[in-house]
T-cell receptor, first 112, second 116 residues
């Protein structure tokens, strides 16, 4: 699975959009980009995933560059409850299952 | 729907003792996983099971064993606990065969284990 690079920390004002970048320059054509987050003391929570098209759900939007070497997770209106560590993961989808490799992630602090 | 439950929530254990961490899911997911999380090291996979009756080793399997007698349960056993196994343990499950979910993993609330 491809390696990802994320900034270690970011701040965001409450109510503003939080844009979390992720570099995955070695991603291969069949690898998906996943985003999870972990709020303090809780288990990781799935946010969104995509292959090459931009994706949106009730939690966030995922923008993947045309060359797929980077992506951005967007929380459109960040709240204090969005303070968490956000993990960008790339992996191949297959029907045999498999592990997620968590890097260090980005610690997002949403401030009033 | 409860999702994934883990027990106990936390435990203090004397070194050398045997301990089983329990994990149960009610989503009928085929695949289940055990991760440990340590400060500065992120989450690391201990063992996994792609389907009932099968198990596999992850990145850090030494000192741990698992079994998968049925779809719902995936217990993790520490045969003889050591202080380096002090950690937060997370169980997860996924449904790899679901094209819609494309193998999203769902995590339990974790078990905090302190080995003295």
């Amino acid at each position: 699975d491809a390696k990802t690079t994320q900034p270690p920390s970011m701040d965001c004002a409450e109510g503003r959009a939080a844009n979390l970048p992720c570099n995955h320059s070695t991603i291969s054509g069949n690898e998906y980009v996943y985003w999870y987050r972990q709020i303090h003391s809780q288990g990781p929570q799935y946010i969104i995933h995509g292959l090459k098209n931009n994706e949106t759900n009730e939690m966030a939007s995922l923008i993947i560059t045309e060359d797929r070497k980077s992506s951005t997770l967007i929380l459109p209106h960040a709240t204090l409850r969005d303070t968490a560590v956000y993990y960008c993961i790339v992996r191949v989808y297959n029907n045999q299952g498999g592990k997620l490799i968590f890097g260090q992630g980005t610690e997002l602090s949403v401030k009033p | 729907i409860a999702g994934i439950t883990q027990a106990p929530t936390s435990q203090i254990l004397a070194a050398g003792r045997r301990m089983t961490l329990r994990c149960t899911q009610d989503m009928r997911h085929n695949a289940m996983y055990w991760y440990r999380q340590d400060l500065g090291l992120g989450l690391r996979l201990i063992h996994y099971s792609n389907t009932a009756g099968t198990t596999g080793k992850g990145e850090v399997p030494d000192g741990y064993s698992v079994s998968r007698a049925n779809t719902d349960d995936f217990p993790l056993t520490l045969a003889s606990a050591v202080p380096s196994q002090t950690s937060v343990y997370f169980c997860a499950s996924s449904d790899p065969a679901s094209a819609r979910l494309q193998e999203t993993q769902y995590f339990g609330p974790g078990t905090r284990l302190l080995v003295l």
